[in-house]
């Protein structure tokens, strides 16, 4: 349909909803919208994935089954990346840290790209076996819906940072059926703030999507019933929480290592073909860090962890050593987050949710079975799985919200509420110590964009430098005379003069107040020249500083203006003046 006709038919039908429908109404329709387009967006990958991986492993002989797999990621990698430079030109804006950047910088603003280019890039990448999670493609697609639909039918700023969190929300209710994790995810994660009313959309989103899933896709990932829990195991809790906290800041520090490794590495072929084969010779040597890897947290809630070493090297040395599934469980515990840097860093696509969930599932079983090994105390391995990746959730993603509410509504594990809760926060507060930023913000954060600290700080992190920089500050040079300066001094609308170079430096200010006795002084018009009359600036503003580190300067020095250089060379004055308005006037844009 033509973009005038669209809006000759869309107008009218906005005009009766503002006669007939008021907003709060409107904004729950909207949130079922969102809910059902992002739930049929879910149930559409994961159904794909799963019955495409299906079929390419009826195709193989159960003899070259481990080797075909080792070769299919990098197919898979080669085929996100020829997606990307074909159909979006080469950007694909990978994870969470982009939305979160949209809503922070871009006023909720998603590129309509991400409606289609998560989905396919991460069906090609995680079909093939790569080695991430869907559920950030997921969550990205509805939060791209939920931003567009805003954007289609023009509703307000704020309005439509909700819908992303709608989107963002239904996303990860329908990938678990678990609505209340859903909304939980979207309020730890995506949003900065909520309130009250905002609330009841994120539920109805979240539930709509979760209807869709349970109708269309049986996709319950683990079931785990259990009725009770031993006062007696706290202690063990609380040292699992301190193991997966280890483990979260190990994940944390060793992704974004491996990530600035990559991004040294010039040209695409290169990329796909080294971290093709180096995925693929990891899951050679360990088979489970194939795909997903839900299937082997399945495996070990079903108590059938001795199957973790099928296909592997090791599989002849099963029944010789009871060491041989720990060895399996810990190499893959610890290279699961390498493999899902190399899959995303060399051009496929997914996240660190799902290996999130992967490591703590297996954390939780070595951490159990060795404690069941010892004679110290016997603890059920079942509840240590899921108290497991409870633990990593909480500590990768800070998320501890999400990551005992969905641990126990995909398990059917309320009974271990305070076992998760134990774990989760305990995690989360260690974790937190060492890594104040999760896998998702730790990268904005160095960019200045701030969601989750004070309010204060978020807003000033929406300003953008360059645009507030004045530049009307008439320079003058270091060898003009006193006279010259006053015939500027008779034209400007300052007071305030940055002394430049003939190479564009700044080499000091000159302020009226500082050269008033001079002006009067006639006889040394010709001879007392401006660097006689200069002095250093209380401190300079370089372009790659952030608006609170400016803000903070200003206050420490006591001044109402600094310059502003890019590479040493002047490019003008920030006025303290200038970034309160701003941010008063950006307030008022986030409380529409």
Not at 49 to 77: A, C, K, M
Not at 109 to 126: D, E, F, G
């Amino acid at each position: 349909m033509p973009r005038r006709t669209f809006h000759r038919v869309l107008n009218p039908l906005l005009l009766w909803r503002l006669r007939h429908i008021n907003d709060r109404v409107y904004l729950i329709i909207l949130s079922v919208m969102v809910g059902l387009l992002a739930g049929l967006a879910a149930v559409l990958l994961k159904t794909s994935v799963h019955h495409t991986q299906d079929l390419l492993n009826t195709w193989v002989p159960e003899q070259y089954r481990v080797f075909t797999l080792s070769l299919y990621p990098i197919i898979g990698i080669g085929l996100s990346v020829l997606f990307t430079q074909y159909f979006l030109g080469g950007n694909l804006s990978r994870g969470i840290g982009p939305i979160i950047y949209n809503i922070a910088r871009q006023g909720s603003v998603v590129p309509r790209s991400k409606l289609y280019s998560q989905l396919i890039s991460s069906y090609l990448t995680v079909t093939f076996g790569g080695s991430a999670g869907l559920e950030a493609p997921i969550s990205v697609t509805g939060s791209a819906i939920g931003s567009n639909l805003a954007r289609i039918l023009r509703i307000g700023r704020r309005e439509r940072r909700l819908l992303v969190g709608c989107g963002a929300a239904a996303g990860v209710a329908a990938i678990f059926n678990s609505p209340i994790a859903g909304v939980l995810f979207a309020v730890e994660v995506i949003l900065s703030e909520l309130s009250a009313p905002f609330f009841i959309p994120l539920l109805i989103s979240s539930a709509t999507a979760t209807v869709v899933s349970k109708a269309l896709y049986a996709g319950q990932p683990f079931v785990l019933i259990t009725t009770s829990w031993p006062v007696e195991g706290i202690p063990f809790y609380v040292m699992l929480g301190l193991f997966t906290a280890l483990l979260s800041v190990y994940m944390i520090r060793v992704y974004f290592a491996a990530e600035k490794l990559f991004e040294r590495w010039q040209g695409n072929f290169r990329k796909v073909l080294l971290g093709g084969l180096a995925l693929g010779l990891l899951v050679f040597i360990f088979p489970p860090l194939y795909g997903e890897g839900y299937n082997i947290v399945q495996l070990l809630l079903s108590g059938q962890a001795s199957h973790l070493v099928d296909g592997s090297l090791f599989s002849v040395y099963r029944d010789e050593s009871i060491w041989l599934v720990l060895v399996v469980a810990v190499g893959s515990m610890l290279l699961k987050v390498v493999a899902t840097t190399i899959t995303v860093g060399s051009g496929g696509n997914g996240g660190m949710f799902g290996s999130s969930l992967f490591v703590g599932a297996l954390a939780g079983f070595i951490y159990a079975r060795l404690i069941n090994m010892s004679g110290v105390y016997p603890i059920s391995e079942v509840h240590f799985i899921v108290l497991g990746m409870a633990g990593m959730l909480a500590g990768v993603i800070h998320a501890p919200l999400t990551a005992i509410f969905l641990i126990a509504e995909i398990t059917g594990g309320y009974a271990l509420f305070v076992p998760l809760m134990v774990v989760a926060s305990s995690s989360y507060l260690v974790t937190r110590y060492f890594e104040p930023y999760s896998v998702y913000t730790r990268k904005l954060v160095k960019r200045g964009v701030y969601m989750h600290a004070d309010r204060d700080r978020g807003l000033l992190s929406q300003l953008d430098l360059l645009a507030l920089v004045q530049t009307d500050f008439v320079p003058v040079h270091p060898d003009s005379t006193l006279g010259d300066l006053v015939t500027v001094f008779r034209h400007a609308t300052r007071n305030l003069f940055p002394v430049v170079d003939d190479d564009g430096h700044l080499a000091g200010i000159v302020t009226l107040d500082t050269v008033r006795d001079a002006l009067f002084d006639d006889e040394h018009y010709t001879t007392t020249r401006v660097r006689d009359l200069m002095s250093e600036p209380p401190a300079v503003v370089n372009t790659d500083d952030t608006m609170l580190d400016t803000l903070r300067c200003m206050e420490q020095v006591d001044a109402w203006a600094l310059p502003v250089l890019n590479q040493g060379r002047y490019i003008g004055f920030i006025l303290k003046t200038t970034i309160l308005a701003n941010y008063r006037r950006q307030l008022l844009k986030e409380t529409e």
